[in-house]
C-alpha cells in the first residue's frame, strides 16, 4: 500500500531557529513531490520535486529530494512566528492521484 | 471569482441526516478533486473528476457518500445518514488541466460536525 510519512509529527521552535521537516515515502508509479503549508484550512502550494538532488528554494525556505532513498526534506532557516502552521508532504502517483502524510505541525514562538 | 470556494463553511448536522457540501471550483478549471481531512490526519483522496471522464471514486469510504459535478464545474459531495466518523473537514480542489501538470488549488473547506 502506497504510504507518505511525515516526521516529526510536530515541533516547537524560537524566532530565528533553522528547522528541518522530513518526509519518506513508499509508492508506486511516483512522479513527483510536493510541499505545502496548510494555516487555517486550505494547504498552499510550495515546491514540486521530480528531479534527485536539486534544491529548489523560495526566500527562507528549500526544499530536496532523494529518489534514491525516497525521501524528502523541508529547511526553513531564521523561522517566525507566520511560519508557524502544518506542513503536509504529497507524492504524485500515476496520472491523477496524490497521496498526503499526515503533516508536521510547526509552532514559532516570539 | 478568484479562488476555490466552498459551501457551508461550517455544518452541524445530527447524526442519521443527509448532508451536502458544495465546491466552486475556479473558472476554466477542468479537474477537480475532494479530500477529506480528519482530526490530526492528512488529506484523504475521495474522489476525482476530470472533463466528462467517469469520476475515479475509489477514495469514498461507503455507498453513503457521493459526488457530482454538473456542467464541468460546481461540484457536490453528498454525505447520507452521518455518522460521527463522517465529522472532518472536507477540502475540494481544482486543477487547470488534468495529470500532474498543473498546481492543485484548494478551497477553504466545509468543517463537517456529526453529533
Known amino acids: 500500500e502506497d504510504k507518505v510519512v511525515q516526521s516529526p509529527l510536530s515541533l516547537v521552535v524560537h524566532e530565528g531557529d533553522t528547522v528541518t521537516l522530513n518526509c519518506s515515502y513508499e509508492?508506486?508509479?511516483?512522479?513527483?513531490l510536493l510541499w505545502y503549508k496548510q494555516e487555517k484550512k486550505a494547504p498552499t502550494f510550495l515546491f514540486m520535486l521530480?528531479?534527485?538532488?536539486i534544491e529548489k528554494k523560495s526566500g527562507r525556505l528549500s526544499s530536496i529530494l532523494d529518489k534514491k532513498e525516497l525521501f524528502s526534506i523541508l529547511n526553513i532557516t531564521a523561522t517566525q512566528t507566520g511560519d508557524s502552521a502544518v506542513y503536509l508532504c504529497a507524492v504524485a502517483s500515476g496520472t491523477y492521484k496524490y497521496i498526503f502524510g499526515t503533516g508536521t505541525r510547526l509552532k514559532v514562538l516570539a | 471569482g478568484a479562488g476555490v470556494s466552498q459551501s457551508p463553511s461550517n455544518k452541524v448536522t445530527e447524526k442519521g441526516k443527509d448532508v451536502e457540501l458544495r465546491c466552486d471550483p475556479i473558472s476554466g478549471h477542468t479537474a477537480l478533486y475532494w479530500y477529506r481531512q480528519s482530526l490530526g490526519q492528512g488529506l484523504e483522496f475521495l474522489i476525482y473528476?476530470?472533463?466528462?471522464?467517469?469520476?475515479?471514486k475509489s477514495g469514498l469510504p461507503s455507498d453513503r457518500f457521493s459526488a457530482e459535478r454538473t456542467g464541468g464545474s460546481v461540484s457536490t459531495l453528498t454525505i447520507q445518514r452521518t455518522q460521527q466518523e463522517d465529522s472532518a473537514v472536507y477540502l475540494c480542489a481544482s486543477v487547470l488541466a488534468g495529470g500532474f501538470r498543473d498546481t492543485q488549488y484548494f478551497g477553504p473547506g466545509t468543517r463537517l460536525t456529526v453529533l
Open positions: 521530480t528531479s534527485s538532488g
Open positions: 473528476f476530470q472533463g466528462n471522464s467517469a469520476p475515479d
Open positions: 509508492v508506486t508509479n511516483f512522479r513527483s
